[in-house]
């Protein structure tokens, strides 16, 4: 019935779904302080939005049209606010103790604040489609994806210079900022080969999987 939807909800927030690895001994108290802070804070999104990935990846391709948009709606809601959450993570650290760390800390607002914008335009969609007729929501499903597919092609240059060098090895001892393990609602059977959300991956892109045409 229903059109692929890609469920790879990594373009956005890379942050939110990597970070890990070693950091050395010899890094300064400051940098440590500031990881701690940020994570800290940044935690409670972190979750937020792996569960709405695996909310996507778990509800069955076979669903009614009213399942799947309640809850693609409530996925693309929960992501636009964990990165609008996690923009203020980054502003109420401060700027970082780092080389440029107050044009690293703008551009990093900036780009979470961006795709939050662009996760509220997926919802919109969502929100608008017509599920008493099954070919035209499969065709806007398939829009749906497209425009997914062009969020997760977004520039991710200033997050990624968030999480890179000393900066990023002090943020990946952090627990908060650490891979969650996704809950996956009761009533939802995932889908064959559809991935573990909490699984580390290197850069935050956990596989695509997800609602596929019957």
Do not use: H
């Not at 001892?173 to 650490?178: H, I, S, V």
């Amino acid at each position: 019935m229903n059109k692929k939807l890609a469920a790879a909800l990594s373009g956005g927030a890379v942050l939110v779904l990597v970070l890990s690895g070693c950091s050395s001994d010899d890094e300064g108290d400051k940098v440590n302080d500031w990881a701690k802070t940020f994570c800290d804070q940044a935690q409670p999104q972190i979750q937020k939005r792996a569960n709405a990935n695996q909310l996507i990846i778990s509800t069955a391709a076979d669903s009614k049209p009213e399942t799947i948009k309640a809850a693609d709606s409530k996925a693309f809601q929960d992501i636009a606010d964990a990165d609008r959450a996690l923009a203020k993570a980054v502003e109420s650290a401060g700027a970082p103790p780092v080389d440029n760390g107050q044009k690293i800390q703008q551009d990093a607002i900036k780009e979470l604040n961006a795709t939050a914008v662009a996760y509220d335009g997926l919802k919109k969609q969502v929100d608008a489609l017509d599920t008493t007729n099954q070919q035209k929501f499969a065709d806007g499903l398939k829009v749906v994806s497209d425009n997914l597919a062009k969020i997760q092609n977004m520039d991710q240059d200033a997050v990624a210079k968030l999480q890179a060098g000393e900066l990023g090895q002090a943020m990946a001892k952090q627990p908060g900022c650490q891979t969650p393990k996704a809950s996956v609602p009761p009533s939802a059977s995932p889908k064959a080969g559809a991935p573990d959300a909490g699984t580390k991956t290197p850069a935050a892109k956990p596989s695509a999987s997800a609602k596929t045409e019957e």
